[in-house]
């Protein structure tokens, strides 16, 4: 297993960025640099497109001086990182259903308030409410979305939420085929089962013709994303011209001009957290709105909701310790008590200022 990669390039993504785009970037592994390249030209990149996963890939790539170099990229990265977050899904879905129901994000709080466990709940739809607000979503009747898509979408809380909300459809997509089967039945309890519909498949090759959604929705699925790029460019294919994108999403902090890269402390509290929860590296909300004005994309606003969701994390861990959720918890697996095990260490990131949690939102133009 290759674990977690730290990319320290433009996207700060794992290891295949290099298949996509030009940029310097080094590979290191667990404390040790697998690989480094000079600013490059892929080639040969179709061939490299159709590469089965899993294996290590050799191609021909080209400097920015012109020198032609063989290179190696080990894309099992990729593949043990999706393999991780579906089986990590597939595993706990079921018991964060039965004790926090079906939103899988943060809740938002006024900062500084005292919550009681049942507003909760509250607090995600909150969440979703604000996030709309955040990005002017209409609710006029002529303006509303009519097409949504909900990039990783869990067990379909937020589709089911918006469907409702703007009589909609929407589309949903997971890496877990448990949550995909899950979110279909619920949505056919609730009398949804025309209106949504459920599929796994990956959110950076997504299933979808260009310009199909008035609404591209992404809660808390963007931090699991090895290629920011791809991740970032694939929403604003899917997305109709004049449609919203909105990505909420856990961030390290912007770097200041000075700095190259986060400091080495900042570095391990991340990857246990990346280990834990199945991530590959992160990247800062600047990185984001870098992204989205490369692609030319409009009125780009991002703001930082730490503060709102600092109970968040406490109560999780509160639920957990009660008699339902260390039997659950004992029931799961070890992915699950895993992830349980690291979630203080989201509350330190977070108390460092170091975790972000962050809500960046654009609009597509119109040709
Ligand atoms: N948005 C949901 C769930 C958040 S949990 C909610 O708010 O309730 C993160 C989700 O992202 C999971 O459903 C996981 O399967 C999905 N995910 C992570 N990486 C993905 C990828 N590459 N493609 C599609 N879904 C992905």
Known sequence: MVGSCIGVSSTCSYGTTLLWGPGLHTFISRGHVIGRSAPIQVLNRTDIKDIRIGKRIYFTAVSGGGRRMQTALNVTAVETLQKGIAEFY?????????????HMHHGF????????????????????????????????????PRQIVDVGCGIGGSSRYLARKYEARCKGITL????????????????????????????LNQPFEDGQFNLVWSMESGEHMPDKTKFVNELARVAAPGGTIIIVTWCHRDLSPSEESLSPEEKK????????????AWCSTADYVKL???LSLQDIKAADWSE????????????????????????????????????PLMIRGYKKGLIKFAIITCKKPVP
């Open 90 to 102: 597939d595993e706990s879905s079921g018991i964060w259903e039965n004790i926090w129901g079906d």
């Open 109 to 144: 709080y006024e900062p500084d308030s005292s919550v009681s466990l049942s507003d909760h709940r509250s607090a995600q739809i909150r969440m979703i409410e604000e996030a709309l607000r955040f990005a002017s979503i209409s609710d006029d009747p002529m303006q509303k």
């Open 176 to 203: 877990s085929p448990v949550q995909a089967q899950r979110a279909q039945a619920l949505a056919a309890a609730q009398g949804l089962g025309d209106k949504v519909s459920f599929q796994v498949a990956d959110a």
């Open 269 to 280: 509290l991340l990857n246990k957290i990346c280990d834990a929860f199945f991530l590959p």
């Open 292 to 294: 989205l004005e490369s």
């Open 308 to 343: 709102n969701v600092a109970p968040f994390w406490p109560a999780v861990i509160k639920s957990a310790l009660t008699w339902q959720g260390i039997t659950s918890l004992l029931r799961s697996g070890w992915k699950t008590i895993k992830g349980a095990l690291a979630m």
